[in-house]
């Protein structure tokens, strides 16, 4: 079974590099698989790197606002659910 759980908010987006700034309402690592969700965009993609303040990290916890490479253009306030398989 899949399950997926919101972990964050889009909180801004910069396209010349394919980076999403996410502020996280849960813990997410590299590896973990992510959902994005807004107006018409809706795609899954696993973490690769994970970056705060410029600096590769493995892991992030509730609070931090994070930076991902992401295959899609998104927008401020698209919501971010972590997939978890039960």
């Known amino acids: 079974m899949i399950k997926e759980k919101q972990i964050g908010v889009v909180s801004n987006y910069f396209e010349n590099v394919k980076v999403a700034a996410v502020k996280l309402s849960d813990g997410l690592k590299v590896g973990d698989v992510i959902k994005i969700v807004g107006g018409e965009t809706n795609f899954d993609q696993p973490i690769e790197s994970i970056q705060i303040n410029h ?5 992030a ?5 994070i930076g991902i490479k992401i295959k899609e253009k ?3 306030d698209y919501r971010v659910f972590k997939i978890v398989s039960k």
């Open 55 to 59: 600096k590769q990290v493995s892991s």
């Open 61 to 65: 916890k509730k609070g931090d606002e």
């Open 74 to 76: 998104v927008r401020k």
